[in-house]
């Protein structure tokens, strides 16, 4: 008997800690899991993401004047590779582009860029006369609001567009004020999200891919 014990203690003290948990049994092995699966947190102006439709979701990132042009053509992509690779239709590939950074003014129509022109352009030529139409969403180029009608939807930095709203505002006049006024001239299906960034991390927990663009 003593000689039994000997080696069974023997065995226990080669095995490894999970091993050894197996042979003592699965209460031992639960008390050294970890404590459940982490599940992001679900918040109310995030729940339209949950309801959109679709086989495939991608979150387009776009963060500069110079990024739009990709960001417009890679969202066609999607749309025709989709399609013509896999048989999938537009309505079951689910698109958002995000509009953050330097490239946020792009969210916003030709009323806001006819009226505040100057402020909305980012670098270019300081001596040029400033900008009074989106330039990817005006006269034949309604190319955004073209993806707005395929279903692409579309989420503004809030953060970048009160920083606007202060450039605009200046000293004479409330950058509040400003602000209500770009948030009711956002491009077709676009809404202000609190920050560019946080609309992309929380589309990723809601099972959007990321594209960057830049």
């Not at 077709?188 to 609190?194: F, G, M």
Request: include cysteine; proline fraction near 6%.
């Amino acid at each position: 008997m003593t000689k039994h014990v000997k080696g069974r203690r023997q065995m226990m003290t080669g095995l490894g800690v999970t091993a050894t948990a197996v042979a003592l049994g699965a209460s031992s092995i639960e008390a050294q899991s970890p404590a459940g699966t982490f599940t992001p947190a679900r918040h109310e102006p995030d729940e339209w993401m949950g309801k959109m439709p679709g086989k495939h979701r991608v979150v387009i990132d776009v963060t500069s004047p110079g990024g739009i042009p990709d960001g417009i053509r890679f969202t066609g992509n999607l749309f025709t590779g989709n399609k013509t690779g896999y048989g999938v239709d537009e309505a079951d590939v689910a698109i958002i582009m995000v509009l953050r950074h330097s490239a946020t003014a792009y969210g916003y129509t030709d009323a806001i860029w006819s009226k505040y022109g100057k402020s909305m352009a980012s670098g270019g030529d300081p001596a040029a006369p400033p900008p009074t139409t989106n330039s990817y969403n005006t006269g034949d180029r309604m190319q955004l609001a073209d993806l707005a009608k395929r279903g692409v939807r579309f989420m503004v930095c809030g953060t970048a567009s009160r920083g606007l709203s202060r450039r605009i505002a200046g000293q004479t006049a409330d950058p509040d004020a400003v602000l209500k006024e770009m948030e009711a001239n956002l491009i077709p299906s676009a809404r202000l999200v609190a920050a560019g960034v946080v609309g992309v991390t929380h589309a990723q927990e809601y099972g959007f891919s990321l594209l960057f663009v830049g």
